[in-house]
T-cell receptor
Framework: SQQGEEDPQALSIQEGENATMNCSYK?????LQWYRQNSGRGLVHLIL?????REKHSGRLRVTLDTSKKSSSLLITASRAADTASYFC??????????FGPGTRLSVLP | DSGVTQTPKHLITATGQRVTLRCSPR?????VYWYQQSLDQGLQFLIQ???????AKGNILERFSAQQFPDLHSELNLSSLELGDSALYFC??????????FGQGTRLTVV
């Protein structure tokens, strides 16, 4: 069964706008990670947030984690056409199980 | 380059056949994960190995099997192939619960 569930399934925005994607999960986690996938390619790690952290930044990326609501969000600021990709959250439990959600497909229009 | 190598990159085979996909993890990574991704779909977790031992099993069909060898490389065996098995198969490796590094995948087409 899916652990992480991203929302929305697809998102289309204009260049320069911010993109927000959400991820909900069901069980206890050690950390939550976000990945990016360009069409047909391997996933690339973006950012990891641990269960005792609430917010993390990396460049134009901002990730929040609310363990009480079992949810996380990924914000991409000042989006670019090159950000067009699918974004996946992955939950990692204490047994080292990685479970990926179905992903959000982001389209950034020039 | 993630450091994870998957071979072959592409594979075309007929229904009923058997294939073996190979994965070499990053140096030092003890965990290997296998995922299946059908066209424009999310990743379905198949199986995880840790230092040669099976650690977790996901939605892996009985026709599929995997193993991790003493040198830590892993193989995914798919048998009695069906059209619906056509997909991208990814291998990933990690250290403990940290970042997972993905290979570029093997695109399997069953005709």
């Amino acid at each position: 069964s899916q652990q992480g569930e991203e929302d929305p399934q697809a998102l289309s925005i204009q260049e320069g706008e911010n993109a927000t994607m959400n991820c909900s999960y069901k069980t206890s986690i050690n950390n939550l990670q976000w990945y990016r996938q360009n069409s047909g390619r391997g996933l690339v790690h973006l950012i990891l947030i641990r269960s005792n952290e609430r917010e993390k930044h990396s460049g134009r990326l901002r990730v929040t984690l609310d363990t009480s609501k079992k949810s996380s969000s990924l914000l991409i600021t000042a989006s670019r056409a090159a950000d067009t990709a699918s974004y996946f959250c992955a939950t990692v439990d204490y047994g080292q199980n990685f479970v990926f959600g179905p992903g959000t497909r982001l389209s950034v229009l020039p | 380059d993630s450091g994870v190598t998957q071979t072959p990159k592409h594979l075309i085979t007929a229904t009923g056949q058997r294939v073996t996909l190979r994965c070499s993890p990053r140096s030092g990574d003890l965990s290997v994960y296998w995922y299946q991704q059908s066209l424009d779909q999310g990743l379905q977790f198949l199986i995880q190995y840790y230092n040669g031992e099976e650690r977790a099993k996901g939605n892996i069909l009985e026709r599929f099997s995997a193993q991790q060898f003493p040198d830590l490389h892993s193989e995914l065996n798919l048998s009695s192939l069906e059209l619906g098995d056509s997909a991208l198969y990814f291998c990933a490796s990690s250290v403990d619960r940290g970042e997972a590094f993905f290979g570029q995948g093997t695109r399997l087409t069953v005709v």
